[in-house]
């Protein structure tokens, strides 16, 4: 038991090391000062989101891109609150206040043809996109002033068909939002330092483009659509498949969506089963690789505290286990938390450290049997 547990810290020391050196290799991208050229399509499917778009509405409105260079198009998915009140409240306000205005907002019903109701809502707007870039975010984020610009002069300055974005939590108050935010910017730090090495596995759909028509010769969703979630890293995984150049990652700090971290620790778990159980659907034998060997980590140390509680462990042998873990994770978390702008988060770290294995290895197990709850809809895994 000692030796397996060694050999699987050996090589998660060795897998996140990797990501550690890929965070510094992938360089952050400089802003110019260029015209702007690409136009965009800004694609929100929303459900039930009242509370959440009018914070999402300004950020769009206050957006420095040229209005005519891009339009948004929100997809209901038969929300049943008062979302369509607060979107055609906010375009009364514009129209009323800017009679000159030029920002393109339109609502369009999701057309529901396959088990994932996100996937269904994008495909439903690709097909009266206007534009030639495709950009999502979520009905509750908030992206930041110069959110487009980044991406255009990314594009302008590189060849690319699908770029990956930064997404980070917008509010850390209390001991629950110190978690999940600590433990979002490991996943994030992961994805960032995948791209540094060359091996992506992860992104976010809360901040993801790529060319309309690249996306249609992809044949977008198909083959994922009994899968409710995992618009973003099955999309992204059929683009690596084809040409990994031409997938990159926009490192700007400009470039940044905030979303909102779950208000309880019941809808947490619930969210983190959502994203467990894609996992096994990957294709990408890398991202599984990475998977099994963070759970088999955080099982060794799980297992490890449950031995030597009974005398059957060596205690010496699983503190210094322990403490080579949180050591590596600690190097990933402060990149990532300074890239972020977020090191305050890290006095939160070694009480998180104790909780977090028992967290994640509860998270994956009941994942493997249950169905899970999003928008109040049940979904099988």
Known sequence: MTVTFIIITIVYLFVIGLFVLGFDKLKAFRLEDISPKTTFTVIIPFRNEAENLQELLDSIYNLNY?????????????????????????????????????LNIKTIDNQRLTKSPKKDAIISAIKQA??????????????????????????????????????????????????????FLSLIGATIGG???KKPFLCNGANLAYQKDYFISLNGFEGNTNIASGDDIFLMEKA????????HYLKNTHAIVKTKPQTNLNALIWQRVRWASKTSRYNNNFAKLVGLL????????????????????PVKSLVYLFIIKILIDFLLLYKASLFFNKTSLLKHYVWSCFVYPFFSVYVAFISMFLTYKWKNRRFKK
Do not use: R
């Not at 209005?67 to 009323?96: A, G, M, P, R, Y």
């Not at 009905?139 to 980044?150: E, I, Q």
């Not at 690596?240 to 997938?247: A, G, H, I, R």
């Open 66 to 102: 040229p209005k005519h260079l891009f339009e948004v198009i929100l997809v209901n998915d038969q929300s049943e609150d008062k979302s369509l009140v607060v979107i055609n409240k906010f375009l009364e306000t514009i129209l009323i206040n800017n009679k000159n205005t030029k």
């Open 130 to 183: 206007k534009h030639t870039w495709i950009i999502t975010t979520d009905a509750d984020c908030s992206v930041p002033k110069y959110w487009l610009d980044s991406y255009d002069n990314y594009i302008q300055n590189n060849t690319t068909k699908l770029i990956a974005g930064p997404v980070d939590y917008s509010i850390n108050n209390g001991f629950l939002d110190a978690f999940q935010s600590l433990d």
């Open 195 to 197: 791209f540094g090495i």
């Open 240 to 247: 690596l498949k084809q040409d990994k150049s031409l997938v």
């Open 294 to 313: 963070v759970l088999l980590m955080n099982a060794s140390i799980v297992i490890g505290f449950a031995l030597a509680a009974l005398g059957l462990f």
